[in-house]
């Protein structure tokens, strides 16, 4: 194992580490409260009757969809550089599968 | 010698196919496409025409350089020299993406509109309406404003376009009559309508076209095309036998039935009776074909009634063997049956 | 191709991105996003067959509406979004090599995920007995084909996770095993997306009349 | 780097060899091979079909068995032949085209095979069960779930096995191609056939899972007593139906993308000439992929989904017209100006342009959704899609094969028997398939067992009958060539066509187990050619020779496969057998999770070749070379 001789002071380099791990840590915990947030309205709404049925299931849906995109680029980090293929790939798999959910849901009778 | 000639034999092949495509005939005009006898089956065959001609036209340019290509380009022998390494060209690519999409566009436009227009039952559902329903394997024509159900041959107006609700009983057939219009699936558990239209009276001949079991091939039917007076007179008579079929075969007359009759009741009523489970027999004796497809004769009757697994595999109706029904009263019952016709 | 293409970050001792330091590891990473493409139409098709299927052929009493329970539904929730949390900071943890933490928290998102799961086997049970089964309906193949697929998923995540934990007890973090940690709590989160729509179109909308 | 201590492992030889391989290069070959094995039980089927039909009321198949031969016909080539050959090349010559050891999952590799190959063989082992699947390739349900329809458990589950197994390799390829690349090979430098592989396996990873599902739900209704397609119980048949064509009509471009790739590799090599039209060609591909995912209702035209969506679908469909057009175009350009020469390969794939074009036009005329109604299930469709399949996919296979093999095997196929063996295929194709299209409109239903005379079909099946047997001739020549070659001493050279443009053909025959000695480096599109255009013999290279590491041989693979195909066969065999087929399943599943374990708990580093050795082959090669 070679050992690398740092060019910062250690704890110049430790510092800024940490700092860059609490503002990550930061921003986790705020997508954390994000999601728990959207469910819980989502919960309440329903629970509450709120919406007609015809409503009901565009706002689920969207609050569904926040979540989601939290979820993928938060805590699944699909944003980060070189992942070009990687969004290319969901973004086709997103696309068929919308196409699925709204032919079984439009086109049987 | 082979290299050259593979060039020759394309060239000499594609005119050829073309000639036969006109030569072969265009099949019997009970039975084909290319013979419309109805409105739907018209207007399809037109819009076929329109992208035969758009696809020939295509072909044609395609053959053209293709030839040429072939013909000029071989490497003669022992030339040995690179030809220019060419990367492309902008105004060809855009001639080939832009011509191509014009002519699907005089393509689609068609395509929509008839789409639309044969989609739209509503003129039909004034006229007539007729529950088609499909069975393993055989077809059930009720006419429901007019209290009347056939099987197995479907007897229409002619110049009237008729409403046809499609459903299954078991799996997915699919109906067609080439001569008078497109097919469309009977899907169990699912309605689907249609219309149909026949230009002139005459007998058309139905297929099955969705894979059904081991006798789909077999699930043939016919449409009777009549001129109005006669289709009412059908009907009528459709009615007052069916109705009279019914009385004489109530039970209260078992006295004065027949051998036929007999064996009929005994045998054949619990089933056909209905017309639900199996098709209805009231006008048997005026059809043209047994079991859909067989000789409309006594021998093939006899037959079919022995052993119906061995005509068409995996049909519902049960064999009458002998200790059912004596070689006596098989031939009772064939008579009777083919006996059974309007008037 | 070496282990080691990339150096270690000298504070933490191992590489930065520890999941995508080898070309192995890289393309452990990207394969399995693709498979995660894959899921997607996978899912999409067992919610499709859902949403034709919805309540058709169930009984009086056995409709959606009839059976879902809030309660459990959001505890269930609950459970498996927090799962989903725990999961990232065990990731955390495996970046700065804090092995103890990580392990901690992957301990803390399998209970979580069993808790998620028990759960799950309590509501079908209960559903059993009062009559809406996998064979009661369309309604019911349906629902138990969609929501059964996504516990399987869920008890696969277990044993994976828990096999990678105890082979790798004692291994500390290597560019090795890093990316089957990594893509392991890919694999986690994608579960936690299935169930936001499941208990989106299947619980809520189910609920409402 | 330094010194590696892990030793080179024992070779292993023989059957044993193959059985544990990882090297893409024989895995390839055995795709080929079990390729070639199916396309002849499916030929064979085709060729019962053909006989039954050959004229009116014919007795001899029954009814019963004509439906089994058409569904394992149908399964057998598409599943089975067409697209584990096509996958055999991606093995054999994707990794070589973009200057790769070896694809980025070998394990995985040899796994998506073996899975293929067992799915392949539990569905073909129905016919020793007296039950082969028989509602269509298609299995529309109910008649898929009706209790008499037993062979159709051999389909889902054989279907379902081999599928996991191409989803492998899809997965695999993509990332090969975006991970493994030589350095210079840019996206946009890559060769057209990677390129083709690359979009096809995409298809592969957002289409198989929805028939992944389709079969689960078949086999659930089947095997469990669910309800999907019950309407009695409130299921809705059409519901498989958008699951398998959801599948299905990717599927078939999952088919021909490869197929136009390897006629996009061919057609520069005799031509002499680049290709035409380069990043027109990789667009129309992408295009043609992604389309071909919006497309699918025109199977299902005449289900009665309504004009509106019938008419979307019908305007969709054309659109794909419009990229593949491109694709015949910039082909014909290529060859305009070239020097053209035609061996085998070459007269395969300018035999192709005109074939595939008349499947092309019949599938625009089918898209026509009113047309359709005419059209659906009746024999036109069968013109349609084996003009585009025969005259698409197999010639491209065979043209594959002839320009390929010398790469794969070392050897040569015959060209005179070759070039009677094309034009074998060719006429009998066109005249098995040209006449059918008349069946069609003159109205005959297709999947019919028998039909009756007078109905004006006689001449045009016999016809038909008698082209069918112009192929199956034509085949047997191919097998006995293809034995005479493997059989012959004679070893073909470096670059066997003279004019090679890519990567592969820089490579020694036969191909090191490494691959390249060292890294090429890539210097732009058809790289091989450049540099020999600059004088040079062979390609410059990225990195000095060093030590190369190499995955191990696994024979877990090969268990993992035969215990999903016991367990498979266990849950068929459960309804007739009961206890004993259970406890098979269980015995197969146990097997492959303990693989699995197994594979989860060693770790495997692999060896390294050490560079002395790879020094030693350099320098035997260079004196080869120089002889
Ligand atoms: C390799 C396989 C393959 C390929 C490439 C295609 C290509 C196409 N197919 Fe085909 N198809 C099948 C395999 C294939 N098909 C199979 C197996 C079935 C039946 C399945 C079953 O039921 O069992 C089927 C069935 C099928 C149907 C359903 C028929 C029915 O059941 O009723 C339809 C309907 O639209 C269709 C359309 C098309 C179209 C528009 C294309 C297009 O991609 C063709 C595009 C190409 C060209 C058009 C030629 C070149 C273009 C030009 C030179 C440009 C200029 C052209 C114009 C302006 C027209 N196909
Ligand atoms: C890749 C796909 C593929 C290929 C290559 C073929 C190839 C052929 N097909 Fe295929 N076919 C389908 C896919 C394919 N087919 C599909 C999907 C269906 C629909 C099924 C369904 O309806 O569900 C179908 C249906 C189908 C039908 C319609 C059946 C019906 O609807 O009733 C017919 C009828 O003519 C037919 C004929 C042929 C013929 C003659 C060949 C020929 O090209 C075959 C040529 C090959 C040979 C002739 C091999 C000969 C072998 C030997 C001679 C053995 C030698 C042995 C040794 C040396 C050991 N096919
Ligand atoms: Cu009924 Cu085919
Ligand atoms: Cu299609």
């Known amino acids: 194992m070679e050992k690398h001789e740092p060019q910062l002071t250690r704890n110049q380099v430790e510092l800024e580490l940490k700092a860059d791990r609490s503002r990550e840590m930061q921003l986790q915990l705020t997508s954390f409260a994000l999601m728990i947030f959207l469910t819980l309205i989502a919960f309440g709404a329903v629970m509450a009757e709120l919406m007609p049925h015809w409503a009901a299931g565009g706002f689920l849906i969207i609050m569904a969809i926040v979540q989601v995109y939290l979820q993928l680029y938060m805590f699944m980090h699909m944003n980060n550089k070189g992942n070009t293929w990687v969004k290319v790939m969901m973004a086709l798999g997103i696309f068929v599968a919308l196409t699925i959910v709204a032919t079984l849901r439009l086109l049987i009778w | 010698?082979?290299?050259?000639?593979?060039?020759?034999?394309?060239?000499?092949?594609?005119?050829?196919?073309?000639?036969?495509?006109?030569?072969?005939?265009?099949?019997?005009?009970?039975?084909?496409?290319?013979?419309?006898?109805?409105?739907?089956?018209?207007?399809?065959?037109?819009?076929?025409?329109?992208?035969?001609?758009?696809?020939?036209?295509?072909?044609?340019?395609?053959?053209?350089?293709?030839?040429?290509?072939?013909?000029?380009?071989?490497?003669?022998?022992?030339?040995?020299?690179?030809?220019?390494?060419?990367?492309?060209?902008?105004?060809?690519?855009?001639?080939?993406?832009?011509?191509?999409?014009?002519?699907?566009v005089v393509l689609a436009v068609p395509t929509i509109k008839t789409t639309v227009e044969l989609a739209d039952a509503k003129e039909a559902k004034k006229n007539e309406v007729i529950n088609v329903t499909a069975n393993l394997y055989w077809w059930e024509f009720e006419y429901p404003d007019k209290g009347v159900s056939t099987g197995q041959e479907l007897v229409i107006p002619v110049g009237k376009r008729v409403a046809v609700n499609l459903t299954s009983k078991d799996v997915i057939h699919s109906f067609w009559v080439p001569a008078l219009s497109g097919k469309t699936d009977t899907n169990p558990g699912l309605d689907n309508e249609m219309w149909l239209q026949a230009q002139e009276a005459g007998t058309y001949y139905g297929k099955c076209a969705e894979l059904c079991g081991p006798s789909h091939a077999l699930m043939d039917f016919k449409v009777i095309a009549l001129e109005q007076d006669d289709y009412d007179a059908w009907l009528k008579d459709m009615k007052s036998a069916k109705e009279a079929e019914t009385k004489q075969l109530d039970a209260k007359n078992k006295k004065n039935w027949t051998t036929g009759e007999q064996v009929y009741a005994q045998n054949c009523l619990s089933c056909h009776g209905g017309g639900k489970v199996a098709p209805s027999l009231t006008n048997f004796g005026d059809r043209q074909r047994i079991a859909g497809y067989l000789d409309h004769d006594k021998e093939n009757l006899e037959k079919w009634i022995r052993n119906p697994q061995k005509e068409k595999q995996g049909t519902k109706m049960p064999g009458f063997s002998e200790d059912k029904i004596s070689d006596e009263e098989l031939s009772e019952l064939a008579d009777y049956l083919l006996d059974k016709k309007l008037q | 191709m070496g282990h080691h293409s990339v150096p270690n970050n000298p504070i933490t001792g191992i590489p930065d991105h520890v999941e995508k330091a080898t070309l192995e590891g890289k393309n452990k990473y990207v394969a399995f996003w693709f498979f995660l493409g894959g899921e997607t139409t996978l899912f999409a098709s067992l919610f499709g067959t859902y949403i034709g299927l919805h309540n058709s052929g169930a009984k009086e009493g056995l409709r959606s509406y009839d059976i879902f329970e809030m309660g459990l539904v959001f505890i269930m929730t609950m459970l498996l979004l927090t799962s989903s949390l725990t999961s990232v900071l065990a990731m955390m943890a495996m970046k700065r090599n804090d092995v103890k933490k990580m392990k901690m928290w992957l301990i803390i998102t399998l209970a979580l995920g069993l808790g998620f799961l028990s759960g799950e086997i309590y509501e079908f049970n209960h559903y059993y007995h009062i009559g809406h089964t996998f064979t009661s309906s369309a309604f019911g193949s349906a629902f138990y084909t969609l929501v059964g697929f996504h516990g399987a998923h869920v008890l696969f995540g277990l044993l994976w996770i828990s096999t990678l934990l105890i082979r790798n007890w004692n291994r500390g973090i290597t560019v090795v095993n890093a990316p089957k940690y990594y893509v392991s709590s890919l694999y986690w989160h994608f579960i936690d997306v299935v169930w936001v729509f499941i208990f989106s179109v299947v619980y809520l909308m189910g609920m409402v009349k | 780097m330094g010194t590696h201590t892990m030793g080179m492992p024992k070779k292993k030889t023989g059957i044993m060899d193959w059985l544990t391989t990882v090297d893409h290069k024989k895995i390839g070959v055995l795709y080929i091979i079990s390729g070639l094995f199916f396309l002849l039980v499916g030929g064979v089927e085709a060729l019962m079909i053909r006989f039954q039909l050959i004229k009116p009321m014919n007795d001899f198949v029954s009814g019963e068995l004509f439906n089994q031969l058409i569904t394992m016909h149908g399964t057998t080539m598409i599943f089975l032949a067409a697209m584990p050959m096509l996958i055999g090349y991606m093995n054999a010559a994707v990794p070589l085209q973009i200057g790769a050891r070896d694809v980025a999952f070998p394990f995985l590799n040899a796994l998506g095979f073996w899975l293929f190959f067992f799915g392949g063989v539990l569905l073909n082992l129905s016919w020793f069960f007296g039950a082969a699947p028989n509602a269509g390739w298609t299995a529309y349900a109910p008649l898929s779930t009706v209790p008499e329809s037993l062979g159709v458990d051999f389909y889902s589950l054989g279907l379902q096995i081999s599928g996991f197994g191409t989803l492998m390799g899809g997965i695999n390829f993509l990332v090969t191609i975006l991970n493994m690349r030589a350095p210079g090979m840019k996206l946009m430098r890559m060769p057209l056939f990677t390129w083709t592989a690359f979009v096809a396996s995409a298809l592969i990873v957002f289409a198989f899972p929805p028939l992944t599902v389709g079969l689960f739900l078949l086999t659930f209704e089947r095997l469990f007593g669910a309800h999907f397609f019950d309407p009695a119980a409130g299921g809705n048949i059409v519901i498989w139906e958008h699951l398998f064509w959801i599948f299905g009509h990717p599927e078939v471009y999952i088919l021909i993308l490869p197929a136009f790739g390897i006629f996009s590799e061919i057609i520069p090599t005799f031509a002499r000439k680049r290709l035409f039209g380069y990043t027109t060609m990789v667009f129309a591909t992408m295009l043609i992929g992604f389309l071909g995912f919006m497309v699918w209702v025109h199977h299902m035209f005449t289900v009665g989904l309504g004009p509106v969506a019938n008419a979307i679908f019908a305007v969709a469909t054309m659109a794909i017209a419009v990229p593949t057009g491109v694709k015949i175009f910039n082909w014909l350009f290529t060859l305009w100006g070239g020097k053209l020469t035609f061996p085998v390969a070459m007269l395969y794939s300018v035999a192709f342009i005109p074939s595939f074009l008349v499947g092309g036009m019949t599938g625009v005329m089918l898209s026509v959704a009113p047309a359709d109604y005419q059209y659906h299930d009746s024999y036109f469709v069968v013109a349609h899609f084996h003009y585009v399949i025969v005259g698409g996919v197999v010639f491209g296979l065979f043209a594959g094969l002839y320009y390929w093999f010398p790469l794969m095997f070392g050897k040569q196929l015959n060209e005179f028997w070759g070039k009677i063996q094309f034009w074998l295929f060719f006429i009998g194709f066109h005249l098995t398939f040209f006449p059918q299209?008349?069946?069609?409109?003159?109205?005959?239903?297709?999947?019919?067992?028998?039909?009756?005379?007078?109905?004006?079909?006689?001449?045009?099946?016999?016809?038909?009958?008698?082209?069918?047997?112009?192929?199956?001739?034509?085949?047997i020549v191919l097998v006995v060539s293809i034995v005479a070659a493997l059989m012959s001493k004679e070893y073909v050279k470096r670059d066997v066509w003279g004019d090679g443009r890519t990567l592969e053909w820089t490579l020694p025959v036969p191909t090191p187990e490494y691959n390249f000695a060292q890294i090429p480096l890539v210097k732009g599109l058809d790289t091989y050619w450049l540099e020999k255009m600059a004088g040079n013999k062979t390609v410059s290279v990225s990195e000095e020779v060093g030590d190369i590491h190499m995955p191990n041989n696994s024979i877990l693979p090969f268990v993992m496969s035969v215990g999903l195909f016991l367990a498979g066969l266990g849950f068929i065999l459960r309804l007739d057998y009961g206890t004993v087929g259970l406890i098979i399943a269980l015995i197969g599943l146990a097997m492959t999770l303990f693989a699995m374990f197994l594979r989860s708990w060693i770790d495997d580093e692999g060896y390294y070749i050490p560079k002395a050795e790879i020094e030693k082959d350099l320098r035997l090669e260079a004196e080869k070379e120089a002889k």
């Open chain 4, 437 to 475: 299209h008349i069946l069609g409109l003159t109205g005959m239903p297709r999947r019919v067992f028998t039909y009756l005379p007078n109905q004006g079909w006689e001449t045009m099946n016999l016809l038909s009958s008698i082209g069918a047997a112009f192929m199956g001739v034509s085949t």
């Open chain 2, 1 to 104: 010698m082979v290299v050259k000639k593979s060039g020759k034999m394309l060239f000499r092949l594609l005119p050829i196919g073309l000639m036969a495509l006109l030569l072969s005939g265009c099949g019997i005009p009970e039975l084909s496409a290319l013979q419309p006898r109805g409105e739907g089956a018209q207007m399809q065959l037109e819009i076929i025409k329109l992208s035969l001609w758009v696809m020939l036209f295509v072909l044609a340019i395609v053959a053209v350089i293709y030839i040429y290509v072939l013909m000029k380009f071989r490497r003669k022998a022992g030339d040995n020299t690179v030809p220019k390494q060419v990367e492309g060209n902008h105004t060809l690519e855009i001639i080939w993406t832009v011509i191509p999409i014009l002519l699907l």
